[in-house]
Each structure stands twice: as C-alpha cells, then as structure tokens.
C-alpha cells in the first residue's frame, strides 16, 4: 500500500491544498480516503485535493510525504495519471 500527499502550494478557498495519490490503484486510494474522513466530492479523478490542516494526520495514517515531482512521476509511472486534456 502507498498512498502519497505532496507540499500544500495550490491556493483556494481560502487555503492552501495538497494533493493524495495512490500508486497502486484508485481502489486503494478511495479505501484510504474513506478511512480518514475525506469527502468524496475531493476526488478529481486520479487524485484527492486535501487542505494543509489535514496533511499531519494523513501522514500519521499511513501516507507518505513526497514532493510534486515525486508525486507525479510516481502517479504517471502507476499508470493512473489522468492527463490535463483528458479532464475536460
């Protein structure tokens, strides 16, 4: 099991959010989400968008803290990556 969070950098609402991938499978991802109280209205379609306040207790879950790269060259070489003229 990997599920992966990176640096909270995207401004909105307000806050600043990070990004919770799973390198595995969306089954595993969508599992681990549920378990720590994401809504599923976060869900973007290969990733949750999850606020800064909620990073220490995704990590002390279980997810591993990865910079944006990391994040994405993990995500893509997972097969899972949706690209960005495929989310129209």
Do not use: C, N
Request: no cysteine.
């Amino acid at each position: 099991m990997t599920v992966l969070v990176d640096d909270p950098l995207w401004p909105a609402h307000g806050r600043l959010w990070a990004h919770l991938v799973s390198d595995e499978s969306l089954d595993e991802l969508h599992t681990f989400a549920l378990r720590h109280d994401l809504p599923p209205r976060a869900f973007d379609r290969d990733h949750y968008d999850v606020p800064e306040e909620s990073i220490p207790r995704l990590i002390a879950g279980g997810a591993q803290h990865v910079g944006g790269k990391e994040l994405v060259r993990r995500l893509i070489a997972s097969g899972l990556r949706i690209p960005a003229r495929d989310r129209r």
